[in-house]
């Protein structure tokens, strides 16, 4: 077996096909809870997401409808109730799902081990083929990793998705207009943001390179084989005067970083702040001139924070799962 360059090549398998790679793979080994707990998950977190949206602007209709005590007290532990039955249930699923993830992730170790005894012999000389193997161990080698973070990414995805549908059809009765103007503001927002936020990582070797003479001096200076020629030779202030310059690179490259991030929130409030102030406005209006109560007024104004949110959510989500799916390829 031939071992190819694996890095200029493009990925074999697609987000989708890794990730249903995983799904038959946990049903192969008789895992299918961890299947059925991520759509009970997926669910709760739904539910969760629908009654903290609408808690709120149903007990204040009740209150602005002149309901009774009674009445409004029903409604304020009815809510209160689900919220925390939902909550409990979800803590309880989530605390149980972990073992049955670890079952499936060991799978794949086994899939490597096996395929790692079975390689042909020249292989093991192969320096291409030893860097595939300790990156694939590395890709099973915790819960973080993706053959088993994987999980919680789809559950995530799946949920705000469904979510961002809901919220949608719930903006749509109130202005489409309005939805398209949260719907752009969003996502400049966020590809503003994912850009900027890369700029540490294409620019990571420079940081690299800093550290690494920082680890030279360092240890060059604590060694007790150099220990005589650094004082025969007077090299302390030199040494001192490559560490100094060396932290004032670094110094330099975090700030500049910190400038970049700076930027990206700054960005991302002045989208806000227009996003959110166009809402306030149309909604304001709506109520002003009595086509909306107080009550549709705060849920629709808690849809329009909520959308952007699931927005962010689902690009985030995407990127998280294009990461691991890379790592499963």
């Known amino acids: 077996m031939k071992v190819r360059n694996q890095s200029k090549k493009k990925p074999k398998y697609n987000m989708f096909q890794n990730s249903w790679f995983m799904i038959k793979l946990a049903w192969k080994q008789k895992e299918k ?29 009740a209150i602005e409808t002149g309901a009774s005590f009674t ?17 409990a249930f979800n803590a ?5 799902v972990l073992y049955g993830r670890i ?12 395929k790692a005894c079975r390689t042909s012999y020249p292989n093991l000389e192969n320096e291409e083929f030893y860097k595939l193997t300790q990156q694939a161990s590395i890709y099973c080698s915790s819960n973080n990793e993706a053959t088993e973070a994987i999980w919680n990414t789809l559950i995530q ?18 202005k489409p207009i309005m939805l398209i103007v949260i719907l752009v503001t969003t996502l400049i927002g966020f590809f503003i943001n994912n850009y900027l936020s890369e700029y540490k990582y294409k620019h990571k070797e420079i940081e690299a390179e800093e550290d690494k003479k920082l680890n030279y001096i360092d240890g060059v ?31 330099a490259f975090n700030s500049k970083v910190a400038g970049v991030y700076l930027w ?10 227009l ?24 849920l629709y104004f808690s849809a329009v924070e909520g959308f952007s949110t699931l927005v962010t959510g689902v690009m985030t989500q995407l990127n998280i799962l294009k990461k691991q799916s890379l790592d499963i390829s």
């Open 221 to 251: 200076s604590r060694s007790i084989n150099y220990a005589k020629d650094i004082r025969i030779f007077g090299l302390r202030s030199w040494l001192t005067e490559l560490h100094d310059k060396s932290m004032d690179a670094l110094r």
């Open 103 to 114: 079952s499936v992730r060991t799978e794949v170790i086994a899939m490597l081990n096996n």
């Open 275 to 298: 996003r959110n102030a166009l809402a306030y406005v149309y909604l304001i209006g709506l109520v002003v001139n009595n086509k909306i109560s107080v009550a549709e007024f705060l």
């Open 92 to 96: 309880y699923v989530s605390a149980n």
């Open 71 to 87: 009445t409004l007290i029903t409604t304020i532990l009815v809510f209160v109730s689900a919220l925390a039955l939902t909550y």
């Open 33 to 61: 809870k961890v299947i059925f707990t991520a759509i009970l998950l997926v669910l709760l977190g739904v539910a969760l997401n629908l009654i903290n949206l609408y808690i709120a602007p149903t007990i204040l209709k």
């Open 264 to 273: 990206a929130r700054i960005a991302d409030l002045i989208l806000a702040f």
């Open 157 to 174: 995805l799946l949920m705000n998705v469904i979510c961002f549908v809901f919220y949608t059809g719930l903006l749509l009765m109130v």
